[in-house]
């Protein structure tokens, strides 16, 4: 009777330490990782304001503005998923323009599941499916809602800018950019 007590009570005790582990995992969770894909195409292209936000329209087809793309290899997909799913991948500031150049997309059996749009001037990101952990300083309750500091960090803006230079990509980061001192 006394060791069973004792197993419950451990068991218990171990449940109850488990539950703030679990809470985490849940919170940061990384989209990336569920994500059924078979290809990843990053794109050099032209979007703005007035132009095209995304790479794929809502009809399914490439936008116009694209100059450039390449089909990234499963080493580099699995290093951008991981920072997408990393806080440390978020936090910095931004500006307003968002004028993205760059872009992922992400393909099953030839039809996109998810797009990424990237603007290296204002330090935003866009994605067609929500990345918990760009959500850093909530601000606001309900439809007021919104996060300050949820532009790319130095690190990200890096591993981001060593891609565009290895695949020659138009709007590199400019030296002395504000992002990146």
Do not use: W
């Not at 936090?91 to 797009?115: E, I, R």
């Not at 603007?119 to 952990?133: E, G």
Request: aromatic letters at 10%; one cysteine or more; charged letters at 25%.
């Amino acid at each position: 009777m006394r060791s069973r007590n004792y197993l419950n009570k451990r068991g218990i005790l171990l449940l109850l330490l488990a539950i703030p582990f679990i809470s985490i995992g849940q919170i940061s969770k990384n989209p990336f990782l569920d994500l059924k894909f078979d290809k990843v195409i990053m794109y050099d292209f032209e979007g703005g304001k007035d132009a095209d936000i995304f790479i794929v329209n809502e009809k399914g087809q490439l936008i116009k503005s694209i100059k450039k793309q390449q089909q990234l290899d499963s080493s580099t997909i699995k290093n951008l998923n991981a920072k997408f799913g990393d806080k440390k991948s978020f936090g910095g500031v931004t500006a307003s323009c968002f004028d993205p150049h760059v872009g992922f997309v992400y393909y099953l059996k030839g039809k996109a599941v998810a797009q990424i749009s990237i603007c290296l001037d204002c330090n935003r990101l866009r994605s067609t499916i929500d990345i918990p952990a760009q959500k850093q300083g909530k601000v606001g309750k309900g439809d007021e809602v919104y996060y300050l500091a949820d532009g790319l960090s130095k690190t990200f803006r890096r591993f981001l800018n060593t891609l565009l230079q290895k695949n020659q990509f138009s709007h590199q980061i400019k030296k002395g950019s504000s992002f990146d001192q």
